[in-house]
């Protein structure tokens, strides 16, 4: 399946509960008034041939933001499921692709060509890959198409944190200097930073 320049999906998870914000934080304008979810998503659509995103449906303007731009728009188990069962939910949806390249929705400043990097590192071969910034692993991470049933299987709010752990050694490092990589926004204040 890997290494065939293929079918490749963009997953963007676009569900969190925004709980230590204090407000919705997908929906919260950045510095030029795009929402953080919004310049997520345009990201993802400049390096990925095809994005579909994992929204709670109780978020009926994030996913009409998010549609209006060419995102599948795929249904989030409740909120209580956690990323695993978003995650699992978009791989289910995305069944014929050859692999996928996943990224968080609360990381608006990872920048195109890192993402553009994963998706190569994918196209060649790679079982897994993730661009790693002053040796901290980042976001987004890739899975070539032999990880679909362990991806389906997730559950809980720890995504593939595990799968990356058992498979180390398949990772591939895209060693990068975009700090986007490892910067998401929890807070207001993380706005702030530079």
Known sequence: MSGDGGNFCGILLAAGRSTRFGSDKLLHPLPDGTPIALASAR???AAM???????????????RLLAAEGIAIIPAPTRDEGMGSSLS???AASADASGWVVALADMPFIRP??????????QSGAP????????QRGHPVGFDGRFRKDLLALKGDEGARQLLREHQIDLGMIECTDAGVIRDIDQPGDLQEN
């Open 128 to 135: 897994l890959a993730a661009p790693f910034f002053q040796g």
């Open 43 to 45: 990201a993802m659509l």
């Open 89 to 91: 939910a978009c791989i």
């Open 49 to 63: 041939p095809r994005v579909i995103a994992a929204v709670n449906m109780n978020n009926p303007v994030l996913a």
């Open 113 to 122: 060509n890192t993402i553009s990097g994963v998706l190569a590192a994918l």
